[in-house]
């Protein structure tokens, strides 16, 4: 049996993948997470096999989360469930440990067979952020300006267009007040925005958020 956590913070989302996975032979939903903090405490508590794994949450925010799975419950292996497609985020989410990379326009029958690869131990990408991110490694970086972010700056900006203060971003990732604005300024620096507003405004022009939830 093939046991799964669910990481998002939409009830209707995790019903719903629930309902379909409850249904497949061999695989059993044990727990449900809407944050990064609960699916972390989740993970060390009980060891699920899989979690699957959204990235855009209250809290620490799926990133953050994944590296502390991968870190303190090798076992469990992540497989991300997200919009996001586009842009260098799937590229450096697969550089921290996570075992395989899905979005939600995926058929089930693409999720169920995610699930039992990872388990057998090995990798799985959909097919088209596959082609993305070889793509992306001959484009060069002038495309989507978020290529230029560190995968730390990019979950900081993450956390920022959430509407996330730089105060409550340095206690959920354990930094200084000044680190946080450090990565900040580095970052608008990098984008050429000068403030939050822009730097939201950017993020959405380059299918970096999931605007349904702005």
Do not use: W
């Amino acid at each position: 049996m093939i046991n799964i956590l669910l990481v998002d913070d939409h009830e209707l989302v995790r019903t719903g993948i629930s309902r379909i996975l409850n249904e497949v032979r061999g695989i059993k939903v044990v727990g449900e997470a809407q944050t990064g903090e609960e699916a972390v405490k989740f993970c060390r508590e009980h060891n699920p096999h899989i979690v699957l794994m959204d990235m855009n949450m209250p809290g620490i925010g799926g990133i953050e989360a994944t590296k502390k799975i991968v870190r303190f419950c090798p076992e469990t292996k992540v497989i991300f469930l997200t919009v996001h497609a586009e842009g260098p985020l799937p590229y450096k989410v697969m550089q921290l440990g996570t075992a395989g990379y899905l979005t939600k326009s995926a058929c089930p029958d693409e999720m169920i067979k995610a699930i039992r690869l990872v388990h057998s131990g090995q990798r799985y990408i959909a097919p088209e952020i596959a082609q993305h991110i070889a793509l992306s490694q001959f484009s060069g970086q002038d495309d989507n300006p978020f290529d230029l972010l560190s995968e730390r700056e990019l979950q900081i900006m993450l956390m920022i267009t959430r509407g996330e203060k730089v105060q409550n971003i340095s206690e959920k990732l354990s930094l200084s007040s000044k680190t946080v604005n450090s990565y900040r300024y580095r970052m608008f620096e990098k984008l050429k925005v000068s403030g939050d507003v822009e730097l939201t405004h950017l993020a959405i022009k380059y299918h970096m958020l999931d605007t349904s939830s702005l």
